[in-house]
Nanobody, 121 residues
Framework: QVQLVESGGGFVQAGGSLRLSCTTS????????MGWYRQAPGKQRELVAT???????YVADSVKGRFTIARDNAKNTVYLQMTSLKTEDTAVYYCNMGAYFSGRYIGFDNWGQGTQVTVSS
């Protein structure tokens, strides 16, 4: 199974910025789409952003204009750059490997440990 390792989470004040990283040692990284999910306490896991093998990105309406997803295939790494953070962004963030089917991102059922992001007022 593909191993995913998320990092970069932490504590930040509202309005601040943070960059999350997700790395894998798998050589097939550049052949797959990648996504970021988050799960806040008491809520379902939600899709935040995705990026295709060609670098085409999607971001959820809740974070559009504030979050950016990017990938560096040479480093087997996908990033989530978060700016203008709000308290409602507080959650555990997970990365995921997947593919697009009929224009829709479908993630594989494989997860890392996640990284905690806490935004304070």
């Amino acid at each position: 199974q593909v191993q995913l390792v998320e990092s970069g989470g932490g504590f930040v004040q509202a309005g601040g910025s943070l960059r999350l990283s997700c790395t894998t040692s798998e050589s097939i990284f550049d052949r797959n789409a990648m996504g970021w999910y988050r799960q806040a306490p008491g809520k379902q896991r939600e899709l935040v952003a995705t990026i295709s093998t060609g670098g085409i990105t999607y971001v959820a309406d809740s974070v559009k204009g504030r979050f950016t997803i990017a990938r560096d295939n040479a480093k087997n790494t996908v990033y989530l750059q978060m700016t203008s953070l709000k308290t409602e962004d507080t959650a555990v963030y997970y990365c995921n490997m997947g593919a697009y089917f009929s224009g829709r991102y479908i993630g594989f059922d494989n997860w890392g440990q996640g990284t905690q992001v806490t935004v304070s007022s």
